[in-house]
Nanobody, 121 residues
Framework: QVQLVESGGGLVQAGGSLRLSCAAS???????????MGWYRQAPGKQRELVAA????????NYPDSVKGRFSISRDNVKNTVYLQMNSLKPEDTAVYYC???????????WGQGTQVTVSS
């Protein structure tokens, strides 16, 4: 199994920045099979949506238009950790942010417990 633990959420004023971290632990074999990691968010009454993803083998990243230019995903393969740098935060960025990992082959899907990000106006 793989456990994902997020950290770095909190309360910030509009225009501010936060950096989220997601550390993977557990089965080394499973961790080594992770090919894609991403961050999703879910606001009250809304569906969970992707905000950033990175393919570990190629470092290819993907962002929706709503966060492009403001959010940046990066990874540290040695620490089995991905980061989400969020700049120019807006009140509409308020949500619970979840880390996700998908393995190659079986495409096993792992989720973190979520971390709250609140942006005040």
């Amino acid at each position: 199994q793989v456990q994902l633990v997020e950290s770095g959420g909190g309360l910030v004023q509009a225009g501010g920045s936060l950096r989220l971290s997601c550390a993977a632990s557990g089965s080394i074999n499973r961790i080594n099979r992770i090919n894609t990691m991403g961050w999703y968010r879910q606001a009250p009454g809304k569906q969970r949506e992707l905000v950033a993803a990175i393919t570990l083998s190629s470092s290819t990243t993907n962002y929706p238009d709503s966060v492009k230019g403001r959010f940046s995903i990066s990874r540290d393969n040695v620490k089995n950790t991905v980061y989400l740098q969020m700049n120019s935060l807006k009140p509409e960025d308020t949500a619970v942010y979840y880390c996700n990992a998908v393995t190659r082959g079986t495409a096993a899907n792992y989720w973190g417990q979520g971390t709250q990000v609140t942006v005040s106006s």
